[in-house]
């Protein structure tokens, strides 16, 4: 026991020095080595202090420098969408500061910490910690403590264009004084900005969505689209998920999987019910939900024979094809009030004919209307869409309108500005699927705490989101056994401008 005791502190004392003399040399490594290092002096100063009466002291000090490692972490939002803008967060004795200029395509990262030297202890200092900077495709800059000695202070330029991203810049500094005890750290730093244009929807908010992208929460879509029009009565929303979303935590039989709820500005949600629905299938199957809340599978769908707009010209190019890309305007059709499309899909001969739709920008009023041929020779509406403020797929059921041995014809008319990529007719079978009902573990609100019981059930006992708020959600689900999975988030509730 004596000897266990020699060895650890000899080899614990030598790793200390070695890695104190890379450290003030500056060369690499020198954190790793103190990753052996601490340990093993946490365990000669155990052992030494056993036989006393004070060992009692050295597993509450091991628990205390766990409890320090995994403190909480302060975190700085903006949400950017100027074309210049900064952030900047100060600790304690620390100072983390960045700025987007997507005018000069610059990015900058400024960062200051001082060192501490706390006497009467005896030890060295190292840095755990690290610098990155990801965007919401990955990450751009990324250096390590373990590695390396991090600047206590530093200004980074980086070079940089894109637009409608997320960019994230994070810092921890940890200087930890090589004894049981932490003398000084820094916890994470982390100042997130959105770049790019604000959502188009004329100034006001809306719930958004975001989903765990196995690095960070990357931005999905808004929710709610039907509350601009309902005058604070609660819409239903069922919008299938178009950013992936993988799972936070992954178990032998069931995964966990996380969401996010976000208001940026002018609104108040109040959010009554949320669900999560899975549905695992085959990886050529397609699963497409309708307004009502049928759940459409599909594999190819035709493209109409044609599509003449209102003008007479045919805008056939820009839907037969899911490219839409903002910025080119040949690859969607743009309607304004007013306008409209007529497709025709020929003689359908299936018993089904789904209409699969792809599109965006969520408006104030009431959307693209889904019409077919009345009996009287006019336009019947059949299905109403809300587009929202990014691409997504939508399907209508046209199945009961299919008239044998005639072309069927469908109208899209548009009563407020939006976007069309893509619409085609799909007339495969339902293929099969597996469908789970999530399980709601926790909704974590950002100032409220847990509100969970509140999201059960349709009952007007809301979750209430006001600008900058968010509730992060954390759904169970047996895993997947298919192919392929594909999310349905259902939400229930309404949201009211704030006056400014
Ligand atoms: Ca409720
Ligand atoms: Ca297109
Ligand atoms: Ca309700």
């Known amino acids: 026991m004596k000897s266990l005791k020699v060895v650890v502190s000899v080899l614990a004392i030598a790793l200390l020095m070695v890695s104190t003399i890379a450290y003030f040399l500056n060369l690499p490594l020198s954190g790793y080595i103190l990753w052996f290092a601490v340990p093993l002096c946490i365990i000669a100063v155990y052992l030494s202090l056993k036989p006393k009466k004070n060992a009692k002291i050295t597993p509450i000090l091991m628990l ?8 909480s972490v302060p975190k700085a939002f903006a949400n950017i969408y100027q074309r210049y803008g900064n952030v900047g967060w100060i600790y304690p004795d620390g100072e983390a500061w960045a ?29 755990i910690g690290y610098v990155e900077i990801y965007d919401s495709h990955g990450t751009i800059y990324f250096r390590d403590g373990k590695s390396e000695t991090i600047p206590t202070s530093e200004e980074l330029w980086l070079s940089y264009s894109g637009e409608n991203v997320w960019i994230t810049f994070k810092i921890q500094a940890c200087y930890i004084l090589a004894s049981p ?22 100034g006001g908010g809306c719930p958004y969505v975001y989903t765990w992208a196995g690095q960070q929460y990357v931005m999905d879509n808004n929710l709610l689209p039907a509350s601009e029009m309902s005058n604070g009565v609660d819409v239903e929303d069922r919008y299938m998920l178009e950013q992936p979303l993988f799972p936070s935590h992954q178990g032998t039989a069931f995964s966990l999987y996380s969401l996010q709820i976000r208001e940026f500005e002018h609104e108040h949600d109040f959010i009554d019910q949320v669900k999560v629905v899975a549905l695992d299938h085959a990886s050529d199957v397609k699963i497409a939900v309708t307004p009502k809340g049928e759940i459409l599978t599909y594999r190819q769908p035709l493209a109409p024979l044609s599509c003449i707009d209102n003008d007479g010209t045919s805008r056939l190019n820009e839907v037969v094809s899911m490219d839409g890309n903002v910025s080119d305007t040949t690859t969607y059709f ?41 009996q009287t020779g006019d336009w019947q509406t059949v299905e109403v869409l809300n587009p929202r403020n990014y691409w997504a797929i939508e399907a209508v059921d046209l199945s009961e309108y299919v008239v044998e041995d005639e072309d069927l014809l469908v109208r899209l008319y548009w009563t407020s500005p939006h976007r069309l990529d893509y619409v085609g007719l799909d007339t495969t079978p339902q293929d099969i699927f597996e469908l789970h009902y999530a399980t709601l573990i926790s909704a974590i609100h950002s100032s409220e705490g847990n509100v969970r019981r509140r999201l059960l059930e349709n009952d007007q006992t809301y979750a209430e989101l006001t600008p900058g708020q968010q509730i992060q959600l954390t759904f ?18 309404h949201y009211s401008t704030i006056a400014p």
Do not use: H
């Open 64 to 71: 205390m420098l766990a409890m320090f490692s995994f403190g």
């Open 334 to 374: 743009e309607g304004y009030p007013g306008d409209y499309l007529i497709l025709n899909f020929g003689k359908v001969d299936a018993e089904n004919a789904k209409l699969i739709l792809r599109d965006d920008m969520k408006c104030m009023e009431v959307c693209i209307e889904v019409q077919v041929p009345s």
């Open 99 to 127: 700025m987007v200029d997507t005018g000069a395509d610059q990015l900058c990262f400024k960062w200051s910490f001082s060192q501490y030297i706390i006497l009467p202890y005896i030890g060295v200092w190292f840095p």
């Open 181 to 202: 005890v932490p003398a000084f750290l820094t916890p994470e730093i982390s100042l997130t900005f959105y770049i790019g244009d604000p959502p188009s929807d004329g």
């Open 476 to 493: 169970q689900l047996p895993n997947n056994r298919n192919e392929e999975r594909t999310f349905i988030l259902y939400t229930e509730g």
